[in-house]
């Protein structure tokens, strides 16, 4: 059963750091596109980043966050980080991470490319 779990949200302060954990399990195979997304109270869900656990392991970031945070994998490979900097109240919201089988699909991160979703970790930046 494929699975998908996030840990690492909580309270950080406006120009903290925060890392964020995805744990996934119950695939076949080690080559998946990995994405992060957020969801703030009343706005729709953003993609954040992504990566392709194997080969070259691209990454793509939103505009919002690039440069700030990070995806990147753990020694595992079952384990993709988001390691968010210099956070801002606006990076405050639900954080999801979801996967698809195979290399990722395009520069955009959309979620409707996405099958497989945790439940969330919540992240609140205090200003």
């Known amino acids: 059963q494929v699975q998908l779990g996030e840990s690492g949200g909580g309270s950080v302060q406006a120009g903290g750091s925060l890392r964020l954990s995805c744990e996934a399990s119950g695939f076949t195979t080690s080559a998946l596109c990995v994405g992060w997304f957020r969801q703030a109270p009343g706005k729709s869900r953003e993609g954040l980043a992504m990566?392709?656990?194997?080969?070259?392991?691209?990454?793509d970031y939103a505009d919002s966050v690039r440069g700030r945070f990070t995806i990147n994998l753990g020694n595992t490979k079952n384990t993709v980080y988001l390691q968010m900097t210099s956070v801002k109240a606006e990076d405050s919201g639900m954080y999801y991470c979801?996967?698809?089988?195979?290399?990722?699909?395009?520069?955009?991160?959309?979620?409707?490319?996405?099958?497989?979703w945790g439940r969330g970790t919540q992240v609140t930046v205090s200003s």
């Open positions: 990566i392709f656990t194997h080969g070259n392991r691209r990454t």
């Open positions: 979801a996967a698809y089988r195979g290399s990722c699909r395009g520069e955009q991160i959309v979620h409707s490319d996405f099958p497989y």
